[in-house]
């Protein structure tokens, strides 16, 4: 049976879990605090050589009906990075992913990654047009997709999928 | 490979250059080309302030396609959304259905079996070929009709194309949408005699390739248009999260078939073509190797494919037999002709919908590659416009799911 998930390089989760103050990472990434984001994202890729920019993915999740929860969790949006780096076959290294997630309250703003890895700007532009995540301190922050007097945000769970929206489009 | 990025940085134009310095009115014009451009590939529209035939700056938008798989497939069920996902990158539409597949079968645990690896190499590896066939013909069209080298190969490219149309339909039943991946398995099995029927047509393609590179590199006008057109930084390309031929055409030798195998890639070796020039014409030239690669891969796999079912599940029928756990979110990728195409998936966490997911995001190349576009254009005439958007190949289809 294959791995459900990609290890996790072992030189950066001790560094990740050195930054962030914990023991372990969960397979899925690490969540890294808004505040530390830029900081944590410049180091991979300054230190770790985490040059590609695989994608970001922003994942709205409703406050109520959460099992597990108790209700307390808030409505949120949790944004999903991966990065990668390329294989080196000097040093006989093969080509590693590391994930990382980022949670936004709804309301509030996380700092764009666009002045760290460029691909970073398209990415977050696709999210903020489809999700709804405002990127703090984003250099394009228009709609990429949808028209730019579309109401809502449709990737949102609260989006119903049969919404009517006139004049017809 | 790695650069100094101090070094690299001043050199690339800035996306968002502000034109305040210009006098709109004096001294640039601004042009829509497309969305309806026949050069365009598509519905792209790029806005190009031109100062006098020079391009200051290129705005791509895109958007036109919008479909809104995405949320549909937050609707359909694990084992409908194989045939929606077919649409994305309508030109290599097996590449689509094996990266969702791949995604859930990853966070499901379950490993296709052998022969069912096999079929799925052995077809994307004939489907990158089409798809290729179409860039490269699709190319030679928008540099210029028939005196650039055009219609000619586009023509020639076809003809091979409609063989491979063929074999797939003889398989699917469908020549285009073949909807044949499904979750731990294949749907349709390999007809009795196909091997054969398809290594001759491997064989001709092969023998063949040739004359698409001498169309381009025997024809001076077609030289003159595209050598050292559009020069591809490697590095900025990495951050750009461009993959694929473009990334492999500015010198990164990174495949993922070789480099992070999946499938049946793993027993077989992969020699990556890569080149350093980074230009239009290099980028065409790699796609035109990466041809003859897969036609030699797909060959050596036809004569190993094991016996056995195609399925590791039994045949899904109901469409809601397929669940993933709670909250489960994995990411799945798989070389495509364009480059890195995966799917990113997280699980349902009510009982109640635990049959399709909660969010679903394709992450396609060629919506990387079209994030190039400002970067590339300027500094280029407007005629070469047309030929850097045929070199990154974008896919209207998948950039604007």
Known sequence: MPPRHEPLPADVAAWACEFLGVDELPPEGPFVPRDRL?????????????????????????????????????????????????????????TQTFPFRVVVPTGESTPSLAGVWVGADWQEREQLDLVGTVFQGHPDPRRVMMPDDWPGHPLRRDYAIDTAHFPWR | MRMPLDLLLPSWPDPHLDLGEYDPEADLVALNMGPQHPSTHGVLRVKLYLDGETVVKAVPYVGYLHRGVEKLCEKLTYVQ????????????????????????E??????????????RTIFAEIQRIASHLISIGTWGLDMGGAIGGGATVFLYC?????????????????????????????????????????????????????????????????????EGIAVVDPTLAMEL???????????????????APYGAYGD????????????????????????????????????????????????VKLHGAVKLKDGEEGYAAIESPRGELGTYVVAARERRGAASPYRLKIRS?????????????????????VVIIGSIDPIMGEVDR
């Open chain 2, 81 to 104: 959304i194989t045939p929606i996902v077919d649409k994305n990158d309508y030109v290599s539409p097996m590449m689509n259905e094996w990266a969702v597949n791949a995604a859930f």
């Open chain 2, 241 to 259: 999260g461009v993959s694929g031929p473009i990334l492999r055409a500015s010198g990164v030798d990174y495949d993922m078939r070789r480099d």
């Open chain 2, 268 to 315: 077989i070796d992969i020699q990556v073509p890569v080149r350093t020039e980074g230009d239009a014409l290099a980028r065409a030239l790699v796609r035109i190797a990466e041809m003859r690669e897969s036609a030699r891969i797909a060959s050596t796999l036809l004569d190993g494919v094991p016996e056995g079912p195609i399925g590791a599940l039994k045949p």
């Open chain 2, 158 to 226: 076809l003809r091979e194309r409609e063989l491979i149309l063929d074999l797939f339909e003889e398989v699917t039943g469908c020549r285009f949408h073949y909807n044949t991946h499904t979750v731990g398995g294949m749907r349709h099995d390999l007809p009795a005699g196909w091997d054969k029927r398809a290594k001759a047509v491997l064989d001709r393609i092969s023998a063949r390739t040739w004359e698409y590179e001498r169309f381009l590199l025997d024809n001076p006008i077609c030289r003159q248009r595209a």
């Open chain 1, 38 to 94: 830029v900081e944590f994202a410049t180091a991979l890729k300054n230190d770790h050589d985490f040059l590609f920019f695989v994608y970001c993915a922003a994942t709205h999740y409703l406050a109520e009906g959460e099992p597990g929860s108790d209700g307390a969790l808030p409505d949120r949006t949790v944004v999903a990075y991966r990065v990668r780096r390329l294989p080196d076959r000097r040093r006989g290294r093969p």
């Open chain 2, 106 to 119: 990853a966070l499901l645990g379950v490993e296709p079996p052998p022969r069912a690896q096999y079929m």
């Open chain 2, 365 to 385: 190349p060629s919506y990387h590659a079209i994030s190039l576009l400002p970067w590339l254009c300027p500094g280029h005439t407007l005629s070469d416009v």
